[in-house]
């Protein structure tokens, strides 16, 4: 996908950045099992898509999302789709202001 | 902990390998499912033992975990017994050769 258009589509979503050819969120998260309860949420979304983002759960209430296409090296529309779902799955956010 | 200390706890575990101050080990599972029933497995240990550690979920089937003691910016006794828990938990490994 060409940068423009990703750079259009990203301003279809809430939160996300991209990164090099990857697509990226970050989110926190109450406590450890608030953020387990969310990488769940988006492993059903995974699975029913069949896409499958990569996360790193760190420091117990930290999560980061990127997706890509790997079938493609790069960027699909499939990718921001994904990341459209995934902003609409419920999700514990912390309190303000920690 | 000092560096002889961990290489020699090190030696109590299978396929833990040191990175910096982290202790770390990489998975591989037959599917992605599989490898969200392990993330699983690990959180509920995590809960358990009120020790979280860090994990990458990445290519729809391969994982990194990580641990550390951040009350002392380093590696605990804690981190040995939490890999040596999660290394008797169920694992659906990938056929061999693949």
Do not use: C, Y
């Amino acid at each position: 996908m060409e940068r423009p258009r990703a750079e259009e589509l990203l301003g279809t979503l809430d939160g996300w950045d991209l990164q090099g050819d990857r697509l990226h969120r970050h989110f926190r998260f109450r406590d450890f099992a608030g953020a387990m309860r969310f990488v769940n949420a988006i492993a059903e979304l995974a699975e029913q898509e069949g896409h499958h983002p990569d996360f790193s759960l760190h420091g117990w209430n930290l999560l980061d999302v990127t997706t890509s296409t790997h079938a493609i090296g790069g960027l699909s529309e499939n990718d921001f789709i994904l990341a459209g779902k995934i902003d609409r799955l419920p999700r514990e956010a912390p309190p303000e202001g920690r």
